[in-house]
């Protein structure tokens, strides 16, 4: 473990490789998992209210679902989440060809919304949980997720250098930037 402040992250994430490889996986992070996305209680809030303007963007089956369980639902661990299409892709996940991708995203990249899409899904393959006290910053080293190791390793990219963007987002880039001067002292230090 790595302890910056009151911030605990995995080593795995300054150690290990990894860069998201869609043409191998597909987008199936839309649609792992026995529940939704999890959401915090602003972002269900955001749901709600960008709700119409997401509509164009999502498909029909996606837009049925949401409409039938709302734009949040609250999971079997009583966790705020997403909605799921007959209990597997996220009401939210739109198709490219055959990959799956975030309509929230999509609505996002063309302006038409100013919320890029769930932290949860930012982060993916990372989880961020609040304790008394303190942040944990973990890895889930997925089967899933087997492209994005190899895609990693083959482009030399850690996962903290890949995850850049959202995890400025979640902890902002004082700490983004003693997480990569961490990472190197321990590269240093390895050698």
């Known amino acids: 473990m790595l302890r910056i402040g009151d911030t605990i992250f995995s080593l795995d994430i300054i150690e290990k490789k990894f860069s998201c490889d869609l043409q191998y996986c597909r987008g199936i992070c839309c649609r792992y998992g026995d529940s939704g996305a999890p959401l915090t209680g602003g972002e ?72 890029r899409k769930p932290l949860s899904c930012h982060l993916f393959p990372l989880k961020v949980k609040q304790f008394s006290g303190f942040t944990a910053v973990n890895y889930q080293e997925l089967s899933v997720c087997s492209g994005g190791r190899r895609a990693g390793l083959r482009d030399g990219i850690y996962l903290y250098e890949f995850l850049k963007e959202p995890l400025i987002r979640a902890l902002g880039e004082q700490m983004y930037d003693e997480l990569c001067i961490a990472a190197e002292q321990c590269r240093t230090n390895s050698i």
């Not at 597997?88 to 490219?96: E, L, P, R, T």
């Open 44 to 115: 269900v809030e955001t749901l709600k209210d960008i709700w119409p303007d997401l509509n164009p963007f999502l498909r029909r089956d996606g837009i049925a679902a949401i409409e039938e369980q709302g734009t949040s639902i609250t999971d079997s661990d009583n966790d705020k989440v997403t909605p799921l299409i007959d209990n597997m892709d996220c009401a939210y996940s739109v198709f490219n060809g055959e990959i799956l991708m975030c309509g929230i995203e999509k609505a996002w990249s063309e302006g038409k919304i100013s919320f």
